[in-house]
Structures are given as C-alpha cells and as structure tokens.
C-alpha cells in the first residue's frame, strides 16, 4: 500500500509526495467507482436471466400455436375488408356520377331509383377525376334507352282531329252552382225525370 512513510523512504520531496498521493487517490477513487457499477449490473443479471428464459418460453408457445396460421388469417380477413371498403367506395363514385348523368340527361327525378336499380354499374368506367369515360355516347344511350322517363317540357295544344266541344257558343242559361247541384244529384240519386 502505498503511504507517505513509504515515499519518503524513498528520498521523494515532500511536494511531489503530495502529488503522487493525490494521483493515487483520484486513480483508487475511479477504480472503486468502476467495481461498483460492475457489482450493480452483476445484480442485475439473475433478472435479465429471468426475462430471457420469459421470452425464451413466449417464444417457443407462439411457435408451437402456429403464429404464421394466425397471421395468413388475420392478414387474409384485412385484405378482404379493404378490397371491400374499396369496392363501396368506387361503387359510390360510380352511383353519384352516373345519377348526375341521367338527370343531365333529363330523366325524372321520380324515375332515377328505378333506373339505378336496373343499371349494371360494373359496365361503367371512371377516368382519373372520377368522371364516367364516354358520358356522352352513354348520355346517347340514355335518351334513347329510357326515353319514356325523359320529362319534356312545353304546353301541347288539343289535337285537330278532335277539337274540344264548344257547344256551339251557347252560354248555358242556368247558373254553375244550379249545374253543380243538378250533377251531385244525378250522381247520387239517378237522373231526374221529367215529368
């Protein structure tokens, strides 16, 4: 062991011997420092032992359950759901798109539910923009295909061949409320004998 006797045994100055003690304690100090962080991770080994055998046994018990079964399973089950939500998707798409169709084609508003539900929409496709590719030969198709939905506006004037009666001009010489008594009467009671 190093000691102040020792050193100046040795014919060391005084001054250098407090040096030299100094670097010694400072080297002792660091190597007493190191040993016990050692001793503390050599501590801590029996539970990181512990741990590993745990992991070891999770390990082996995943095996033997057939992890990989499981996982084709789940990633089978997820891929079908997100080919289907994709599905529902496109399909909606294609719905809202081709129902602007008919109605720019000037299908009734009542009708568009009937038509929709006759309509193969698989037959349909979208560009890019979600846009139906070819709507205008399909619009073609359209008004001829359901023509009889297609609402057409304007007055049409009664047919030449059959104008509406006249009665010759006449005025009738009773009074609406006396004509309307004589038809709720004749409706319900027969027609009135003359008599």
């Known amino acids: 062991m190093l000691?102040?006797?020792?050193?100046?045994?040795?014919?060391i100055p005084a001054e250098k011997i407090d040096e030299i003690i100094s670097a010694h304690t400072e080297t002792v100090q660091a190597i007493k420092e190191e040993r016990d962080s050692l001793k503390a991770d050599a501590n801590k080994l029996p539970d990181v032992e512990a741990e590993l055998s745990?992991?070891?046994?999770?390990?082996?018990?995943?095996?033997?359950?057939?992890?990989?079964?499981?996982?084709?399973?789940?990633?089978?089950?997820?891929?079908g759901y997100k080919t289907d939500v994709e599905t529902k998707a496109v399909t909606a798409t294609k719905t809202a798109a081709y129902r602007k169709l008919l109605k720019d084609a000037g299908v009734s508003e009542k009708r568009l539910d009937a038509v929709m539900k006759v309509t193969k929409l698989d037959d349909i496709k979208l560009d890019k923009d979600g846009a139906?590719?070819?709507?205008?030969?399909?619009?073609?198709?359209?008004?001829?295909?359901?023509a009889d939905f297609i609402a057409t506006e304007g007055a049409k004037g009664a047919e030449v061949s059959t104008p509406p009666a006249n009665n010759g001009g006449e005025v009738p010489k009773i009074s609406?409320?006396?004509?309307?008594?004589?038809q709720y009467a004749a409706e319900h009671y027969g027609s009135k004998k003359e008599g």
Request: hydrophobic share 35%.
């Open 132 to 146: 139906i590719e070819g709507a205008d030969k399909l619009t073609e198709g359209i008004k001829t295909e359901w």
């Open 54 to 79: 745990k992991v070891k046994t999770e390990l082996e018990t995943l095996k033997s359950e057939g992890w990989q079964d499981k996982y084709s399973k789940l990633k089978s089950e997820y891929d």
């Open 3 to 11: 000691s102040r006797k020792m050193l100046a045994a040795m014919d």
């Open 176 to 182: 609406r409320a006396a004509q309307l008594t004589a």
